[in-house]
């Protein structure tokens, strides 16, 4: 049972990393919270499933998901967040959250409410660990959000262009007296958050089904373990991610299922009691 | 090499720089000195593209500059070290420079990064420390260095010896000394007139957004207006 909850947890959790990143990444160069990112995670899903649909082979239509999700969270910024750069953060606020009801009615036109099951190579096969059974799709979501936080980590320690973005967190206006255009960094920082958000929705997919309203409460939970592990701190968002799938399966598991949001947020709660920088924050003195 | 024509800029309705000309020649140290509020950050500012002039015309080697966004200005061999340094905090010392070298090829980056440290020992001693956590005056060397990675022809300087000692003030200005002497031209603005006044060949006075005066270090060491609102 503990070992169950445990993994079960570890998946939920890796979703949430995942989408925790896309919320801390576009924090960190344009200092908003993109509420539209839910619904990057459900067309990542649809476009997979529409791929799908035509026949494409799987893997391809994994990774037009991801494209897509790319796409749609590059154009979200050049169309709308970068002409509203210097507007009030509330009007950007409303606008990310017009552009989510705007998606979620676009998918339902498109490909109607009804929850469809994505395909995935591994979800009828099981793999034997001792006494348990564990689904293989559950080690597939694991090791990709493994592979992925340790791009990510590379991309932002070990590249310039990952510097260029920090960078851009810091100080973006800096930035521009380097030479680097810090449109382009922010396009890509939507760009590559939005990746990472349409790959947890087609991971999901198989298992909790593609609908147009599925990035409502991925989205919420999400942007709470990005604010749990410290608004802007990509390592921090990703182990929050985590831990706050962790806490749900074990409230789930040895509370009740209609209480797991419940038990998290009031976790969440606390921690922002004791910590209202998140527990990864950091609060840098810095000398002037 | 760097021509301001009758550049006025406003911020909403208020008029920050009223008609201001000012010439900069190849190899020159020009200074632009004036109170809190004179406009003298405005003019760089304005320079550099991070705000549009409302009138007025900028050129760079003849080329008007007007409509050049701020990062391409710098491919353009212009750059400026900001008041208040602006280094990136949560960055190591070595990464700030890496990043000063954002525009050149990448197997240069290290090697440019070594000459633009030789001035700056102690930038080298800390090159794996944050950058915010480095003194005002470290902070000030890193970001004069972090400019000159791309071997600028033309550094634009604002306020660098703002908040620091007077001993900093000095060595800074040392510092910036070395690099015009190396073939380096130099446009900077100070609210320290005296260091500012020695420092260049030729200065500029600003009050209120406008240029009440101009001349030579020794026309602008004996000038009034400067003795009189400077000086003391």
Redesign the interface.
């Known amino acids: 049972m503990f070992v169950d909850q445990l993994i079960n947890g570890i998946v939920l959790g890796s979703i949430y990393a995942l989408m925790a990143i896309g919320y801390t990444m576009v924090w960190n160069v344009l200092r908003f919270i993109n509420f539209a990112h839910g619904e990057v995670y459900m067309g990542g899903a649809f476009v997979s499933l529409y791929l799908l649909l035509l026949d494409t082979p799987i893997w391809l239509a994994y990774i037009g998901g991801v494209c897509a999700g790319a796409l749609l969270g590059y154009l979200m910024e050049k169309m709308v967040y970068m002409r509203m750069r210097s507007a009030p953060k509330l009007n950007l606020l409303i606008a990310a959250i017009g552009i989510s009801i705007v998606l979620q009615n676009l998918a339902q036109y498109i490909w109607g409410a009804t929850p469809e099951r994505l395909t995935s190579p591994f979800l009828s096969k099981n793999i034997a660990i001792g006494d348990m059974m564990i689904n293989q799709h559950y080690i597939f979501i694991i090791i990709l959000t493994i592979v992925v936080m340790i791009a990510l980590e590379l991309f932002i320690n070990r590249t310039l262009m990952g510097k260029a973005v920090q960078a851009a967190s810091q100080n973006i206006n800096a930035t521009q007296l380097m030479g680097i255009n810090a449109n382009k960094i922010i396009s890509i920082t939507f760009a590559i958050g939005s990746a990472v958000g349409a790959l947890a929705g087609i991971l999901v997919g198989p298992v909790f089904l593609v609908y147009p309203t599925m990035g409502v409460f991925a989205g919420l939970k999400g942007f709470t373990a990005s604010v749990m592990g410290g608004m802007g701190n990509i390592p921090g968002a990703m182990i929050a991610g985590l831990l706050l799938g962790i806490i749900e399966s074990f409230a789930a598991g040895f509370i009740s299922s209609g209480y797991r949001d419940a038990v998290a947020m009031v976790i969440l709660l606390f921690i922002l009691l004791v910590r209202p920088q998140g527990i990864f924050g950091k609060v840098i003195q810095q000398k002037v | 090499m760097l021509n301001v024509e009758n550049v006025s800029t406003y911020y909403g309705q208020i008029c920050a720089l009223d008609n201001v000309s000012i010439k900069v020649e190849e190899k020159e140290a020009v200074s632009v000195i004036g109170s809190n509020g004179a406009g003298k950050s405005t003019l760089l500012k304005t320079i550099?593209g991070?705000l549009r002039p409302k009138n007025g015309d900028i050129q760079l080697s003849g080329r008007s500059i007007i409509n050049e966004?701020?990062?391409k200005l710098?491919?353009r061999g212009m750059?400026?070290v900001?008041e208040g340094r602006?280094?990136?905090?949560?960055?190591s010392v070595w990464?700030n420079l890496?990043?000063?070298g954002?525009?050149i090829p990448?197997r240069e980056?290290h090697q440019r990064a070594e000459e633009v440290t030789e001035p700056f020992p102690i930038l080298r001693e800390r090159k794996d420390q944050?950058a915010?956590?480095?003194?005002?005056g470290e902070?000030q060397m890193l970001a004069i260095a972090?400019?000159m990675m791309?071997s600028p022809r033309l550094l634009l300087l604002d306020e660098p010896s703002m908040?620091l000692s007077p001993k900093l003030v000095y060595e800074v200005y040392e510092k910036i000394s070395d690099l015009h002497l190396q073939g380096t031209t130099i446009l900077l603005v100070d609210q320290n007139a005296e260091m500012a006044i020695d420092f260049c060949s030729r200065g500029y006075v600003l009050m209120a957004g406008s240029l009440v005066g101009h001349g030579s270090k020794s026309e602008l060491k004996e000038s009034e207006i400067v003795h009189r609102s400077y000086l003391g």
């Open positions: 550099i991070e966004k701020t990062f710098v491919s750059t400026l900001p602006h280094v990136f905090p949560l960055l990464d890496l990043l000063g954002y525009t990448s980056r944050l915010g956590l480095l003194s005002g902070q972090r400019a791309t908040g």
